[in-house]
């Protein structure tokens, strides 16, 4: 289309129906005011080509002329209705120039919130941080040896298999993953600190895995570690049952399982009791002598416990969510119900 938006001199012999193709052709492409000013005066104006050929008509014969003449008026009218309309939209459409629309009714601007993941973690390390819990992080992206080989996951584990664990494809190294559990920070933060330690470690953990109401392949864990002389299996059980009675009420009914992780020993599951049911929040168990050789500590010497719970799970419970996908779509619906 010309820049002219098709307005051009009158054509001899143009016809009625060649230029209503044309006028509507060219008013579609209009987008400004200016440009629909143009095309008025170029198809309706004075010396405009619609006026052109109703002028043309004198040179026709009689016959003729009262076809064309009757079409081109109706053509007239038809291309006056098409410019009244277009002209309301492109009003409507155009904001005030250097103004601002003080009839507008005033809107609350929308305030933003902390993620139910991020509420729930911080709940979490709170109610830990209060029993002498230190917070700290760790990387997502680890290697195979924090991973696995320093926590007694043996080589050829179930767990390493390219099924569950993301590899991060390198040319240089085979042995980058991204962090299945966070439990490659208890060997980090061993490895750089002495005892005492009581850490809780929040963070996003990837598995490679099809997703449903229950799973995901990306998730929040909470870990916890303490190390120390004398640390037994009591305090594991002291320090897990005052966390739920924080978060889930003074009430609440606690179980511990014998369960298997490679990295304790011994290994427990904790359960909590909800409507008649017993449910699973977190796995926990005695550090493993040799995860603490593997960090350097004398295993005669010190013990400790570690615990690793999901809170999107906790948060599901309490909150009475069906569906741990809905942490991660980003739908508001979800999102400002917390
Ligand atoms: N890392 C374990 C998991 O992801 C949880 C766990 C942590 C169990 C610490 C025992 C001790 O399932």
């Known amino acids: 289309m010309p820049k002219d938006h098709g307005v051009q001199a009158t054509q001899a012999g143009e016809s009625v129906e060649e230029l209503k193709i044309a006028a509507i052709t060219a008013l579609d492409s209009t ?11 170029g198809f309706l104006g004075r010396k405009g080509r619609l006026t052109g050929l109703l002028r043309g008509l ?7 002329r009262k076809v064309v003449g009757a079409a081109a008026n109706s053509l007239r009218g038809e291309l006056e209705a098409l410019y009244e309309e277009r002209s309301k939209q492109s009003k409507s459409s155009q904001a005030p120039v250097g103004s601002i629309d003080i009839t507008l009714p005033g809107r609350r601007p929308a305030l933003g919130g902390l993620h139910p993941s991020t509420q729930m973690i911080r709940e979490i390390t709170q109610a830990f941080n209060e029993m002498g819990f230190q917070t700290i992080e760790g990387p997502e992206v680890e290697l195979e040896k924090y991973n696995f080989d320093m926590l007694n996951i043996p080589a050829n584990h179930p767990a390493r298999d390219q099924w569950d664990t993301i590899w991060v494809d390198s040319d ?27 850490v809780v470690v929040p963070g996003k953990c990837y598995r490679y895995e099809s997703t449903d109401a229950t799973h995901e392949w990306h998730f929040n864990q909470v870990e916890g570690l ?22 889930f009420g003074s009430q609440r009914k606690v179980r511990f399982r014998c369960d298997f992780f490679p990295f304790v020993e011994p290994g427990v599951d904790m359960s909590i009791e909800w409507n008649g ?7 926990a168990g005695m550090v493993h002598p040799k995860v603490l050789e593997n960090a350097g500590y004398d295993s005669t010497k010190y013990t400790g416990f570690a615990f690793g719970m999901g809170p999107e799970r906790i948060s599901m419970l309490r909150n009475e969510i069906t569906d741990i996908r809905h942490f991660f779509s980003n739908d508001l619906r979800f999102l400002t119900q917390f």
Do not use: C
Not at 33 to 39: H, K, N, V
Not at 183 to 196: G, K, Y
């Open 31 to 41: 987008e400004s005011g200016e440009q629909l000013e143009a095309w008025r005066v």
């Open 58 to 64: 004198g040179s026709l014969d009689i016959e003729h």
């Open 172 to 198: 240089t190294h085979n042995d980058v993953l991204l962090r299945t559990h966070t439990s490659p920070m208890q060997a980090r933060t061993m490895e750089a600190n002495d005892p005492p330690i009581r």
């Open 226 to 247: 303490a190390v120390d002389e004398g640390i037994t299996f009591a305090d594991l059980k002291g320090t897990l049952y005052e966390f739920a009675r924080r978060i």
């Open 277 to 283: 049911n017993w449910i699973e929040i977190l796995g």
